[in-house]
Each structure stands twice: as structure tokens, then as C-alpha cells.
């Protein structure tokens, strides 16, 4: 018995260092690029120039792409953040491949995997679930 117990501890706390690292990576990610957007990269700023996007929406989306890293970092709010990046990279894909850009957009759609994965991994934390749950 106190084995199984020692079992499902440790399975437990690979499952949460799992979902730490999956978290640490996609918040550095994402600052990333929010910082290659802010700063004025000449690589991004120059494909939303070629495909002829406002320069307010470079800002716009570095902006989100921020808030969602942030908000990917606390447990009860890590879904919203999820799902505000995956609206991000669904748009990023099919951008990048309506404009041909297809090594790129591998990385959207990897990216847009492993925030679909978190989404579900924190559902059971989320302030939006804990809120059902207070009116039903």
C-alpha cells in the first residue's frame, strides 16, 4: 500500500513538473517574439509591411502576445492565457500559409499544439470551471 502511494506521488509530481516545464517554455517563447515585435525586428516587421498589415498591429499583437505569457504563468488563470495564444497562432498559420511561408508555419502549429495541451492540462484550475462551480 505505501508503495502505490509513493508511486502516485511520484507520477504526480512528474505530471506537474511536466506541465511547469511545457509553461516555462511557452512563456519564454512568447516573450520572445513579444520582444522581437516591440523592438522592431527587421524579419517580422518586414513581413507585416510585405503583406501590407498596419504597423499598429505589430505592437497590437506583441501586446497580446505579452498578456498571454503572463497569464500562462498562474494556474488559475493559465487557460485563458492558453486560448488567447492558441486565437493568436491560428492566425499566425494561416498568415504564414496563405503567404507561403510553410517552415514557419510549422512552428505556429507546434506552438498552437503544445497551448491546446496546457489549456486542457490547467482546465481543472481555471477560474472560468471554479466559477461554474460557485453558480451551479
Known amino acids: 500500500m505505501d508503495t502505490s502511494k509513493n508511486l502516485l506521488s511520484s507520477a504526480s509530481t512528474f505530471k506537474n513538473f511536466g506541465i511547469w516545464a511545457l509553461t516555462l517554455l511557452l512563456v519564454l517563447f512568447f516573450m520572445y517574439v513579444s520582444y522581437k515585435k516591440f523592438s522592431g525586428n527587421e524579419t517580422t516587421v518586414g513581413h507585416f509591411r510585405e503583406w501590407n498589415y498596419g504597423m499598429w498591429l505589430v505592437k497590437f499583437i506583441a501586446c497580446l502576445e505579452l498578456t ?67 453558480q451551479g
Do not use: D, E
Open 68 to 134: 498571454g505569457a503572463f497569464l500562462l504563468l498562474f494556474p488559475l488563470t493559465a487557460t485563458s492565457g492558453a486560448l488567447l495564444l492558441s486565437l493568436i497562432m491560428a492566425g499566425a498559420t494561416y498568415t504564414l500559409l496563405s503567404h507561403g511561408v510553410w517552415k514557419t508555419s510549422v512552428i505556429t502549429m507546434i506552438t498552437l499544439v503544445f497551448l491546446l495541451l496546457l489549456g486542457f492540462l490547467r482546465w481543472n484550475q481555471s477560474w472560468i470551471l471554479i466559477l461554474f462551480k460557485l
